[in-house]
Nanobody, 118 residues
Framework: QVQLVESGGGLVNTGGSLTLSCAAS????????MGWYRQAPGKQRELVAE???????KYGDSTKGRFTASRDNARKTLTLQMDSLNPEDTAVYYC????????????WGQGTQVTVSS
């Protein structure tokens, strides 16, 4: 069983920065992706960034160039540096760990609120 705990959310002004952290506990399955997703009110959950176990990062279109995700496999952590924030980035940000080959695995954190004021 894996537990994911996010931290670092809060309120920031437009143009500001925040850093989110996700700490995983338990046995991390091999070849698992760790990622950040977000969900704004009335919208579907969307990919922000995900990092493969080998360190390859993929970003969502709306955050590319402004956000930077990094993963530390030894410490079982995932961070998200968010720069140039704007009100459209306001959402609950979730950490996810998923393995897409058998045995499949999919875990979510409880989420952390990010609010960007205009």
């Amino acid at each position: 069983q894996v537990q994911l705990v996010e931290s670092g959310g809060g309120l920031v002004n437009t143009g500001g920065s925040l850093t989110l952290s996700c700490a995983a506990s338990g046995t991390i399955p091999g070849a698992a992706f760790m990622g950040w997703y977000r969900q704004a009110p009335g919208k579907q959950r969307e990919l922000v960034a995900e990092v493969s176990s080998g360190g390859i990062t993929k970003y969502g279109d709306s955050t590319k160039g402004r956000f930077t995700a990094s993963r530390d496999n030894a410490r079982k952590t995932l961070t998200l540096q968010m720069d140039s924030l704007n009100p459209e980035d306001t959402a609950v940000y979730y950490c996810r760990l998923n393995r897409r080959i058998t045995p499949l695995a999919n875990y979510w954190g409880q989420g952390t609120q990010v609010t960007v004021s205009s």
